[in-house]
């Protein structure tokens, strides 16, 4: 990378950031965290821009956080991902320095401080500056002309499509100003066109909120107009650091390096092609890292699929370059690293990622291979397209997104047929219907055999828990039968069953089936499952004692204890549901429910965590409608009528003309065949046990209720009371003992590693006398070789052993350590390289050399020209790899 000639102002990605920030709080502004990648807005996937935390505010639907606001906002876009690596500046992770006023100061004091910043921090030159305003903007050009400055020549009046921001078609919405640096002012300021990309860079936007749009087109001035602003971290890294792309920053660039020496290659060297591959890996590496990070996990929808498209990318950019083995991890190991000081939750939540970068890559591996040979031999038929059948094969079979293909097919001057991809598509949808139709399993073919020779079930169950009922039909051990006998496993068909069959969510009833059977001695069924077959009940059981036969009379007895753990279960699901919405989301759906005798599950659409503290407003709303003793009422009506009452259907379930409505007075109304308690204080407790993502937009709660509380309670109390024991504290001490512990244990740690710091640095002073003196650099000065194993020390600890090394030996120093962190664990090696100015441009690279050294102990990594740590995990083979650095740096440098 070019040096920046400018010395004591901003320049690395984070010194960039720390200023942007400090500039404005400074100023008044509230410092904000960077919100998650996974938005609460569910108009859109993910987050895209840096305002789009604040979109609530802006529109008036949430109260500001403060008066006025800054923050680094990461953000993820793909819609132009065919540009990543091809054009200067196109990512699809980056992060957005932005600063807001809400209803506070306006147009003039935002221009004043963005022309103070950027030429007075970051000490831009304004001869490389030109702004761009609104073309109606008079107001906005003449406070950069008469109250900042500017060059008239350098203020660009642009039209509505460039500079002018709305919300939608309706609401909040005003003109842009934008600030472009100019990479080649000496052009002049006649004729300028900021849609030159090789001369200008669009750097700082400045939107003033000062309309509100109406269905007609009017714009109406807002009583409070707010500010919203985006400067470009990366855009504004390439400028200061003065390099000829964004790729090319300290944001970037060391994970290009880490590639590049996985490949076995150096970036300079490479022709477009290797470079853009590279450039891909660099920014798609930050990308996946902080989706998985932020709770995405690669799947076929939504989220999950812009990160398995990513994903895959990645490997194959990878494959292009000769990566003939899992990397994945190891771009996921150094994007944290180069990612954790500004985002510390990478580190907490490292295995995660890891492990899902792991295991998607494993998956794609599988089939990759054979894919490419048949897109191969595709291309090699020069065809004038990909048909849709062979798309689909390579979607269908080999896992590739059609965008994969589509991209790979532009590479060749190819297109896909997509409306033979779509139909294709279709066909599979239609075969794997018809295929859930005709699976043929033994016991559910006897058991479709009677059921459907059967007249539907009579379901007594919601008035009586006890019922005579006659056996229509059996299932033994597998085959109709018309007889069966203690020990057997049958399935029955009854004319009649107070049994709730599975359905709705909630399981089937337990209970037991009894009478005198056909041998006059009495029998005993027990009944473990109940489902349903169209509309006929079957019943799944053992024939405890005795025998029976089809045309029996039984007596079928449920569980009561069970129905009434379902029964509160099942109203608690109601509750819960009424609770999301009236806390979380009136929008909010079911997604699919699980209602047990022990517990509850609800999954709901929802694109974003509930917090703890609305799981506990839940909680205490739903406790609060149990104890004020609603009593239910439910009814059958047409399903319009139901509707049109208010009732809540499940999205995309199938309903027949006349429902059934449970109502729970002025709390919830549902479309439900399930059992339910006649008053809400039966239910006794609820309590929520956890909270978790199960799909793209898909969480879920998991609850119990009535006894089940009980039993919750006194397994935690299992966990509570030895704890309480063993700190010698009350049980509500035990968090703040802990807490303490583990701060004694981080101070120890901490304490630990400046000793094996100091250690490691007293060791390697040590060394000093040893460096060796090899040919020679500018102006005959020999160059200073040392490479030494030192173990015990972690990466840290050998990294400023390293670099202390290079310090005292100069310029001409090439210094390569190597060890063991734990002398007894061979199976972790690290490296370090530290190159001093002669060395390097001598030709060696610290993050190149150091990366392939590394391969000799199964490992791989990399850094800066000057400094790189890597690793392995065959300790075994260090010696040998560091006598191979020895002899290949005196090679290099004799």
């Given at each position: 990378?070019?040096?920046?000639?400018?010395?004591?102002?901003?320049?690395?990605?984070?010194?960039?950031?720390?200023?942007?920030?400090?500039?404005?709080?400074?100023?008044?502004?509230?410092?904000?965290?960077?919100?998650?990648?996974?938005?609460?807005?569910?108009?859109?996937?993910?987050?895209?821009?840096?305002?789009?935390?604040?979109?609530?505010?802006?529109?008036?639907?949430?109260?500001?956080?403060?008066?006025?606001?800054?923050?680094?906002?990461?953000?993820?876009?793909?819609?132009?991902?065919?540009?990543?690596?091809?054009?200067?500046?196109?990512?699809?992770?980056?992060?957005?320095?932005?600063?807001?006023?809400?209803?506070?100061?306006?147009?003039?004091?935002?221009?004043?401080?963005?022309?103070?910043?950027?030429?007075?921090?970051?000490?831009?030159?304004?001869?490389?500056?030109?702004?761009?305003?609104?073309?109606?903007?008079?107001?906005?050009?003449?406070?950069?002309?008469?109250?900042?400055?500017?060059?008239?020549?350098?203020?660009?009046?642009?039209?509505?499509?460039?500079?002018?921001?709305?919300?939608?078609?309706?609401?909040?919405?005003?003109?842009?100003?934008?600030?472009?640096?100019?990479?080649?002012?000496?052009?002049?300021?006649?004729?300028?066109?900021?849609?030159?990309?090789?001369?200008?860079?669009?750097?700082?936007?400045?939107?003033?909120?000062?309309?509100?749009?109406?269905?007609?087109?009017?714009?109406t001035p807002l009583a409070n107009r707010n500010i919203d602003t985006g400067m470009g971290l990366e855009r504004m890294a390439q400028i200061l650091q003065a390099v000829p792309n964004n790729y090319e920053t300290d944001l970037i660039y060391p994970l290009i390096e880490t590639a590049a020496g996985l490949a076995g290659i150096d970036y300079c060297a490479q022709g477009d092609k290797g470079q853009t591959s590279l450039k891909v890996i660099g920014d798609h590496s930050r990308a996946i890292t902080q989706l998985i990070c932020d709770g995405v996990t690669a799947s076929n929808l939504g989220r999950g699929y812009i990160l398995r498209r990513l994903l895959r990318r990645v490997v194959r950019h990878g494959r292009l370059l000769g990566i003939d083995k899992p990397f994945l991890t190891a771009m996921g190991e150094a994007s944290i690293a180069l990612m954790q000081d500004a985002y510390p939750q990478l580190v907490e939540r490292r295995e995660v990622i890891l492990a899902e970068l792991a295991r998607e890559e494993a998956r794609f591996l599988e089939t990759l291979e054979r894919g490419e040979k048949l897109l191969a031999d595709v291309l090699a038929a020069k065809p004038r397209q990909i048909s849709g059948a062979q798309a689909f094969e390579l979607y269908d079979t080999y896992g590739f997104p059609l965008e994969l293909t589509e991209e790979i097919a532009e590479e060749h001057g190819l297109t896909v047929d997509l409306a033979g991809f779509e139909a294709a598509m279709e066909a599979q949808r239609q075969r794997a219907k018809a295929a859930a139709v005709s699976i043929d399993l033994t016991l559910q073919e006897a058991i479709d055999q009677v059921a459907s020779a059967a007249e539907a079930t009579a379901f007594k169950g919601y008035e009586a828990l006890e019922h005579p009922s006659c056996v229509l039909a059996l299932v033994v051990n597998g085959e109709p039968a018309e007889r069966a006998v203690a020990g057997d496993s049958v399935q029955l068909v009854l004319d009649s069953t107070p049994f709730y069959g599975e359905g709705g969510g909630q399981v089937g009833d337990r209970g037991v089936l009894s009478g005198t059977g056909t041998g006059g001695d009495g029998v005993i069924v027990s009944i473990e499952a109940v489902s349903r077959n169209r509309s006929v009940f079957v019943h799944s059981g053992r024939v405890e004692r005795g025998s029976l036969a089809v045309g029996d009379l039984l007596n079928a007895q449920v569980d009561r204890a069970c129905r009434r753990r379902a029964q509160a279960n099942h109203t608690a699901t109601h509750l819960l549901q009424a609770a999301l919405k009236q806390v979380v989301d009136p929008g909010i759906g079911q997604a699919g429910s699980l209602v047990d005798f022990d517990r509850l599950r609800f999954d709901f659409h929802c694109p974003r965590a509930v917090n703890p503290a609305e799981l506990e407003q839940i909680e205490a709303l739903i406790n609060g409608w149990i104890s004020e003793a609603h009593t239910l009422q439910v009814a059958e009506m047409a399903i319009e009528q139901a509707k049109a009452a208010g009732a809540v259907a499940m999205f995309g379930e199938k309903y027949a003309d006349v429902v059934r409505v449970v109502d729970v007075p002025g709390v919830s109304m549902e479309l439900c065949g399930g059992t339910h308690v006649a008053n809400t204080a039966e239910i006794g407790l609820f309590k929520i046990v956890a909270e978790s993502g199960v799909a793209a937009g898909i969480r879920r709660i998991e609850a119990v209720a009535g006894p089940a509380v009980l039993a919750y309670l006194k397994e935690r109390e299992a966990v509570v009371k030895p704890l309480a024991e063993r700190f010698k504290a009350q049980p509500g001490e035990i968090v703040e003992r802990v807490g303490q512990l583990a701060d004694e244990l981080k101070a120890t740690q901490k304490a630990l590693a400046a000793a094996r710091a100091e250690l490691a640095a007293a060791k390697a002073a040590a060394l000093v006398a040893q460096a060796q003196a090899v040919g020679a650099g500018a102006g005959g000065v020999p160059f200073q070789l040392m490479v030494a194993r030192l173990d015990g020390v972690e990466g840290a600890g050998l990294q400023g052993a390293a670099q202390g090394l290079a310090d005292q030996l100069g310029d001409g120093a090439a210094v390569v350590l190597g060890g063991l962190p734990d002398p007894t664990d061979l199976g972790k090696v690290i490296l370090v390289a530290a190159f001093g100015k002669a060395v390097i441009a001598a030709g060696p690279k610290a993050g190149a050399f150091i990366g392939g050294v590394a391969k000799a102990c199964g490992g791989g990594g990399g850094g800066r020209p000057n400094l790189a740590q890597a690793g392995g995990r065959d300790g075994a083979a260090l010696d040998g790899a560091l006598a191979q650095a020895r002899a290949e740096l005196e090679a290099k440098l004799s």
């Open positions: 990378m070019a040096a920046n000639p400018r010395t004591g102002l901003p320049k690395s990605g984070a010194e960039i950031r720390a200023a942007f920030l400090d500039f404005y709080e400074q100023r008044g502004h509230q410092p904000m965290a960077s919100a998650s990648l996974i938005p609460d807005d569910p108009t859109v996937l993910l987050t895209i821009a840096g305002m789009l935390p604040f979109k609530p505010v802006f529109l008036g639907q949430q109260q500001r956080p403060a008066p006025r606001a800054t923050s680094s906002q990461k953000c993820i876009r793909t819609n132009d991902i065919e540009n990543v690596g091809r054009t200067a500046r196109h990512h699809t992770f980056f992060e957005m320095l932005g600063n807001f006023s809400f209803g506070d100061y306006f147009k003039e004091q935002a221009i004043q401080w963005a022309w103070e910043l950027s030429t007075g921090v970051f000490g831009l030159s304004p001869r490389n500056l030109v702004v761009s305003v609104f073309r109606e903007d008079d107001e906005a050009e003449a406070i950069w002309r008469d109250g900042v400055g500017v060059n008239p020549k350098r203020i660009i009046r642009m039209d509505e499509a460039d500079n002018f921001w709305a919300s939608g078609p309706t609401g909040p919405c005003g003109p842009c100003s934008e600030i472009y640096y100019d990479f080649k002012p000496e052009l002049g300021n006649d004729g300028i066109d900021l849609e030159d990309d090789s001369r200008f860079i669009e750097f700082y936007n400045l939107v003033f909120m000062q309309y509100n749009r109406d269905a007609e087109g009017t714009l």
